[in-house]
Every structure is written in structure tokens, then in C-alpha cells.
């Protein structure tokens, strides 16, 4: 028997998680046979996480959409009609030339998010074509926002270290951060850092699975961080463990400063964060001494209200013991401010119409409802995006995506809980059927992703699918008819040229190599080393002007999430939606084999709570509050304390029971800084599900989406 050759294809995962891994695929006879890790990447380490391992099962699912659909019955109803996809791009022209004609492009709104997170299929596919269109524009702030405002505010910018430098870290704090689950490849150089003496502690309402293998886990009670951050300040400053000569040079306003901080002694603390005094005190010594000190912090403890002001005092602890700029110490956030690609080369805006008007994607319910108006919003776009599932307030999502007078497009790899209220579904690439290129937040190495296989069926990829509509509404312009290459040479090319940090890297390197390392050498290497920040006054800016403009104020504070405060009633619990652990946001959610790992969609309460409530592990609950609710299946834990409830975000509302996912609960409320979104400022009831709740899984439709070619 003869064997057909195989060939092996690099590629980068395109899905939002800080590791980006490179990855190798096997494709024999046209086919992926093989998915695996790239061994000689240096993060990356010749392992995948158990999410993405089955990516070919992703890729050759049964349940791929493949072809174009138009809807036939009602909306969300799930009867759909094969189409050509010249139909389907001729009906899309129709409906927008009309829109246009009568209310102008802002009627139209496009609206992805992190279904990729690649430069060509998400940033570019995102704006070109948008902005030649004249469409409203989307305030991307569902993820990061609070921290990113807060970060560029305190010290310029997102400029991590190195993540291999937390090997020279001593006191090492993880701050509302749960890396085992959504940074995997950082526990190994955590492992090694914790084998040579690094003392962990990670800071959690929750007893995560990072929490697991710390060295000193803190249980603060949500939404307190700010003050326990300026309780360890208060004992920094209070025992003189500060380095004023540092601060003097390299900071504005820690006079100020510690005159907030004094507002803030270990007793009160305690009483706010619910962490005893001692163990406050003892851990702002060990910050302050056994140094190098760093906080690594993520998104998680930024979506909250005070989720802005709560990152600012994250920033500020090392700055007063002169940590930033020393190997080891400082802040890890995000490494994405290191190469920031040029945004005229990414979106060409220069060459269109402003942008009209801005509506903010966590809004979206109330968007299409009735908070933008004259226009409205008259047909919406969403692609790399599952705003039902992942999207705070999702029962006015689908109230106003059920307006029969909204024309909605989705572009998708599957039959999400979003796609099923279209009006046209479109088949989406999978990575393994496109180009593009990954700039990890997590480390800094650039991955070439090479298309391994022809597109199954007809999918197309975003930045196909934007070549298109762009031909269908009559734009010439050559940027918006680029090969995936030629972007990525142009924007390569125009964010060179202020940023050496690409120097010598090309199209044709990243094709040859794969992965290109873009880490400056030597000392230089750790973020301000040279001791300036690119702010406004070159210094951390623990006393920050610009807050004044967003209505907050210039010193971090702690301040309660208006929620928390309203009159709930005594039996509401705090909700937190973190990560699970086997999906990426609403992604792989609907993956057999990773639904049957991750389990039901479930609650995690402290075994006081359920006491009080009558209820018993593994029962099922109403989960509730003025926005909606959820049913889901009771787990009774201590890993989270009375007061507190964790239900992980990601399950699909079409797989729960009820038919609802747990952001029918989530606020839409912004956070104090970048319009973030609020996930984790929620009250909630929980009961026990009464009859009259209807607990059949929301199914679509029998017909395969594929099978049906009439
Ligand atoms: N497996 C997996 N990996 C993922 C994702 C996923 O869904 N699943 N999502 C990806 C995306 S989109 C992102 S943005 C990143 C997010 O990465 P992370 O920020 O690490 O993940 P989260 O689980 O959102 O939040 C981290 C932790 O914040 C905690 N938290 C919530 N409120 C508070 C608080 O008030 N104080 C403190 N101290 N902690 C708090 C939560 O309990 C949670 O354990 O992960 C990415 N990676
Ligand atoms: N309750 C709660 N909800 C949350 C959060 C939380 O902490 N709690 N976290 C939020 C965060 S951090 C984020 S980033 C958002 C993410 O929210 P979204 O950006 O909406 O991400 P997903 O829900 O993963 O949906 C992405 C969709 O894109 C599709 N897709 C993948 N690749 C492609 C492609 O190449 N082309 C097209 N057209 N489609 C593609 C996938 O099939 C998937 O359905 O979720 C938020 N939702
Ligand atoms: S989700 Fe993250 S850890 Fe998993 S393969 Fe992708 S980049 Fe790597
Ligand atoms: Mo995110």
C-alpha cells in the first residue's frame, strides 16, 4: 500500500488566552489528520491546553455551518434555507443600500469581539471595511478596558515583563488572576519560580485552581481589592519600609498618596476585605523586604464598578518600594503595549467618512432597544462574536434582536445562541483555513499562522467575507482587496517604522521561522529599566490629572459598587463569572468532549449558604435578580465564602436549562474607567427551582444545517 506524503503546516492559536502557542498541523491528502504543539517554541513547550488539543474535532465537526442560511420561519426559531452565497451577499447589498439611502451607514453596526484575535481576520477585518462604510462604530470594552485605561494612565502603557522574569521574583502576588485556567503556560515558569524560593500568593475570592498550589491564599470578599491594596500601602508607608528616594524621582504625588493610604490601617481593611489584620501587615513586610516584588494581575479583578480605580492601586504598591524597572519586580499585566500596530495602516480611517456615532458593545441590548435612537440600529453584523452568551444583560440582547424590523447578519464557525436569531448565517473559517498573524499579551514572540487545508465547504474567513461585501457595495479602494499577506507586510511595514522592535521582521521571515522572538536584548528588556514611563510626566503617576477627566478620582480609592449597596435584601449573594476552565469565553462550548469535561453548567456556593436556603449539593437552582435568571445545578463548596456565588461564563444558553446562560443575570452597568463591562457587580437570589419553571433544554431545530440544499 502506498502512503500519501504528509506535509506540516505552523500555524498560531487564534483564541483570546495570552499564551497564543504555536502550533504544527499534518495535513495528508488535503487533510488535517494531526494538531498538535510546536516543540522548539519557547512558551509554548511542545504542549497544548486540553482546549484547543481537539481542535481538529472543532474543525471537522458535524455541526460546522458550512453554507450560507437564510432564515425562513420566525426569528430564533431555527428553520433556515440554504443559500448561494452570491443570494446571500446580494440580499446583504439590498438591505444596506435601502438602510443607507434612508437613515445613512450609522444605521448599520458591526459588532465583534475575540472569536480571533489574529491582525488580518479580527483588527483589520474589524475596521477597514467598516470605516469605509460609514458604520457606527463599536466601544470594544467588554474585556479590558478599566485596567487598560488605568494602566496607560499609571505608567504609560501595558509593557509586561518578560514572563520567564518572574523566575527572579521573590514575593510574587496573583491578584484576581486565575493562570492554571487562562494563562496554562505560565504555571510551568511559576513551578520553576516556586522550586527556587518564590513566595506565591494569590488573591481570590475564589479558591481557584491556581489558588491550589500557593504559598498563602487571601479570600478578600469581592470588589474590596482597592482597599487591601491601600492597606498594604498604609503599613508600607507607616513602618518607613518605603524607597522615598525612588518615589521622589520616579512618581507623582506619594505624598498624597499616603495621606489616602493613612485612610486605610490593617483593622479597617480587615473589616472591609474580611482578611485579618495580621496577615495584612505581615504580607505588606514581605512585599516591601523580600524583594524583587511583583504583582501579576489580569482581567478578572477589573469587572467590577470600582474596576478601574481598584487597578490603579494595584499599580501604585510596587512603585512605593521601587520595584518597577527591576528584573523580577513591578507589574504583569499585559505584554501588548510593547508593539502596538499602527492604526492608520490597520484601519485606513484617514480615507473615510468619520466614524458617525459610537455604541458601546456591553450596551448592546439596550443598543438595539431603544438607548440609540435616530437613527436606531437597523441591521446588525456580528461576526467572531457571540453576544447572547457572552455579552452582559442577554435577555435584552435577544429582546432586541427579536425586533422584526432588525436585519441581522452572522458570520460564524456554528449555530451559536446568537446565530439562531439571524436573518443570515454565514460559514466562518476555522484557523486551520486562513492566514493570519498572533501578538500574544502573554509573552513576546509574533506566530505566522500559514492556512493548512482549503476552507471546508463554503466557509470564508473574516477578511474574505470583508473582500466581498466590499465588491457588493461598490468600493475599489486596493486596501480593501489585499491578500492576508499583503496587510500584514503593510502594517508590518508602517509600525516599523517608530517601533524597532520589528526591525528585520517581514511577511517572508515570519513564513520561514514561524515564530519571531521580538524581545530587546540585554538589560534593556525589563520594562523602564531607564526609570522613565512613556505618561504625560514620564513618571508613575500615583496622583494621576487625567482621572480628573473621567470623573474619578486623581488617588486610587476604594469605592462600593453601587449594586452592593442598593437595597437587595439580606439573602442576595455576590456573583462572580469568572473563566471555565475547558472553554475560551462562549468558544468550545458547544465541543462534545469539552462539554463533557467542563460538566453542567453549575454554581459553586459555600455550604452555610445552601444551609440557609434549604438546599443541598447537586440540587437544581433558580439563580435570580431584576435582570433575569438562570437555572443551573448546585455545587456546595468551600472554596467560596458565605456571601459569595461563582458560575463560570462560557455555557451556551441552547444547552442549558431554562435556555438561559448566567449573563441573563449580569449588569450592563460600565465600570468607573474605559466603559469595561461589570460581570463580576452582581446580587443574585438563589432558590430552589420551583414547578413553574420550565427546565427542557432550549433545542434548535432537527434539520442539519448543512443537509438542507433547497
Ligand atoms: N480556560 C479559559 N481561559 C481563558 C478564558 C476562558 O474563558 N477560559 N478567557 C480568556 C479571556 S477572554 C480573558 S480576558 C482572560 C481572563 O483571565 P483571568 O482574568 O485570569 O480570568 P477570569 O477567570 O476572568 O478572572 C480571574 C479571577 O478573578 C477573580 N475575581 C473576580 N472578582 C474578583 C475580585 O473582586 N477580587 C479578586 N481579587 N478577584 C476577583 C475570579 O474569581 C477569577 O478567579 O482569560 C482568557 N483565557
Ligand atoms: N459572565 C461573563 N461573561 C463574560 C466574561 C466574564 O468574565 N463573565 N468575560 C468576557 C470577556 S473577557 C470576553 S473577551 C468576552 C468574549 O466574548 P466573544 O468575543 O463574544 O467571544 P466568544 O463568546 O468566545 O464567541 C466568539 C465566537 O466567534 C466564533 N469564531 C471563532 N473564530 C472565528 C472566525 O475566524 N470568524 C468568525 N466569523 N467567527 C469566529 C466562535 O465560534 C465563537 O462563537 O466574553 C465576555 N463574557
Ligand atoms: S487556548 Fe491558550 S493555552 Fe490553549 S492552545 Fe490556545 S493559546 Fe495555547
Ligand atoms: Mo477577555
Redesign the pocket.
Known amino acids: 500500500m502506498s502512503r500519501s506524503s504528509s506535509t506540516v503546516v505552523r500555524g498560531a492559536c487564534p ?4 499564551d497564543s502557542c504555536a502550533t504544527l498541523t499534518e495535513v495528508q491528502d488535503g487533510r488535517a489528520v494531526r494538531f498538535s504543539a510546536d516543540p522548539s517554541h519557547p512558551i509554548t513547550g511542545g504542549w497544548l ?1 486540553a ?1 484547543v488539543r481537539p481542535y481538529l474535532e472543532r474543525v471537522y465537526a458535524d455541526d460546522r455551518l458550512l453554507y450560507p442560511h437564510r432564515r425562513v420561519g420566525a426569528k430564533g426559531q431555527g428553520e433556515w434555507q440554504r443559500i448561494s452565497w452570491d443570494e446571500a451577499v446580494a440580499e446583504i447589498g439590498e438591505r444596506w443600500t435601502e438602510i443607507i439611502a434612508e437613515d445613512g451607514a450609522q444605521a448599520i453596526l458591526p459588532y465583534s469581539y ?1 472569536g480571533t484575535l489574529g491582525l488580518v481576520q479580527n483588527a483589520v477585518s474589524a475596521s477597514r471595511f467598516w470605516n469605509r462604510l460609514g458604520a457606527s462604530g463599536l466601544v470594544r470594552s467588554i ?2 478596558a478599566a485596567a487598560t485605561a488605568a494602566t496607560i494612565a499609571t505608567i504609560g502603557g501595558k509593557l509586561g515583563p518578560d514572563p520567564r522574569d518572574v523566575k527572579h521574583t521573590r514575593t510574587l502576588l496573583i ?5 492554571a ?4 503556560h505560565f504555571m510551568p515558569i511559576l513551578r520553576e519560580a516556586q522550586r527556587n524560593g518564590t513566595y506565591v500568593v494569590v ?4 479558591r ?1 485552581l ?1 489558588a491550589k498550589s500557593a504559598d498563602l491564599f ?1 479570600h ?6 482597592g482597599a ?1 491594596a491601600l492597606g498594604l500601602m498604609h503599613v508600607i508607608f507607616a513602618e518607613e519600609l518605603h524607597d522615598e528616594a525612588w518615589l521622589e524621582k520616579h512618581s507623582i504625588g506619594w505624598h498624597r498618596l499616603r495621606n489616602r493610604a493613612g485612610a486605610f490601617p490593617p483593622d479597617r481593611v480587615a473589616k472591609i476585605t474580611g482578611i485579618p489584620a495580621d496577615t495584612i501587615i505581615e504580607l505588606a513586610r514581605r512585599f516591601a523586604t523580600n524583594t524583587p516584588s511583583m504583582v501579576k ?5 477589573q ?2 464598578q470600582n474596576g478601574g480605580q ?1 487597578v490603579r492601586a494595584l499599580l501604585c504598591l510596587p512603585a512605593l518600594v521601587g520595584q518597577y524597572g527591576v528584573r523580577g519586580g513591578g507589574t504583569f499585566y499585559s505584554q501588548s503595549g510593547h508593539i502596538v500596530w499602527n492604526s492608520e495602516a490597520v484601519g485606513h480611517a484617514s480615507e473615510c467618512p468619520p466614524v458617525p456615532r459610537n455604541v458601546n458593545m456591553n450596551r448592546l441590548g439596550a443598543a438595539l432597544i431603544d438607548e440609540i435612537s435616530d437613527p436606531p440600529i437597523r441591521s446588525l453584523f456580528v461576526f467572531a462574536a457571540n453576544p447572547v452568551t457572552s455579552t452582559p444583560n442577554s435577555a435584552r440582547i435577544v429582546e432586541g434582536l427579536l425586533r422584526e424590523d432588525l436585519f441581522t447578519v452572522v458570520h460564524e464557525q456554528f449555530m451559536t445562541d446568537t446565530a439562531r436569531y439571524a436573518d443570515i448565517v454565514l460559514p466562518a473559517t476555522t484557523q486551520l483555513e486562513q492566514v493570519d498573524l498572533l501578538k500574544p499579551y502573554g509573552h513576546r514572540h509574533l506566530q505566522y499562522n500559514e492556512a493548512a487545508i482549503a476552507p471546508l465547504g463554503e466557509a470564508i474567513s473574516n477578511w474574505d467575507l470583508m473582500q466581498l461585501l466590499a465588491t457588493e457595495m461598490g468600493f475599489d479602494e486596493p486596501w480593501l482587496h489585499q491578500t492576508p499577506e499583503s496587510v500584514i507586510e503593510e502594517v508590518l511595514a508602517a509600525t516599523r517604522k517608530t517601533n524597532d522592535l520589528l526591525e528585520g521582521v517581514t511577511v517572508d521571515r515570519l513564513k520561514l521561522e514561524g515564530t519571531v522572538s521580538y524581545s530587546r536584548k540585554g538589560g534593556d528588556d525589563v520594562p523602564f529599566a531607564d526609570g522613565s514611563f512613556p505618561t504625560p510626566s514620564g513618571k508613575v503617576e500615583l496622583w494621576c490629572e487625567a482621572m480628573i477627566d473621567h470623573g474619578v478620582d486623581p488617588l486610587p480609592d476604594y469605592v462600593v459598587p453601587s449594586e452592593f449597596t442598593a437595597s437587595n435584601g439580606a439573602d442576595s449573594l455576590v456573583l ?10 462562549s ?1 468550545m462550548a458547544n465541543q462534545p468532549s469539552l462539554r463533557a469535561k467542563e460538566g453542567e453548567p453549575e454554581i459553586l456556593m459555600n455550604p452555610a449558604d445552601a444551609l440557609r436556603r434549604d438546599l443541598q449539593s447537586g440540587d437544581l437552582v433558580k439563580t435570580e435578580n431584576d435582570r433575569g435568571w438562570c437555572i443551573l445545578r448546585l455545587k456546595t463548596t468551600d472554596e467560596v465564602q458565605p456571601g459569595v456565588a ?1 458560575a ?3 455555557h451556551w444558553a441552547q444547552h442549558s436549562k431554562g435556555g438561559r446562560s448566567i449573563n441573563w443575570l449580569t449588569s450592563d452597568a460600565l465600570a468607573d474607567l474605559g466603559d469595561q463591562a461589570t ?2 457587580s452582581n446580587l443574585i437570589r438563589v432558590s430552589a427551582v420551583d414547578n413553574g419553571v420550565d427546565t427542557t433544554i432550549f433545542s434548535n431545530s432537527d434539520q442539519s444545517m448543512n443537509a438542507v440544499a433547497d
Open positions: 483564541h483570546d488566552c495570552p491546553c482546549k475575540s474585556c479590558d491578584w484576581g488572576h486565575n493562570p485556567s487562562t494563562s496554562p488573591i481570590d475570592p475564589r481557584t491556581s487571601l478578600p470578599k469581592p470588589a474590596t481589592d487591601l494581575f489580569s482581567d478578572g479583578i469587572r467590577h481598584t462572580l463569572t469568572g473563566a471555565a476552565h475547558h472553554y475560551v469565553s468558544s461563582v463560570p461564563k462560557g460581570f463580576h
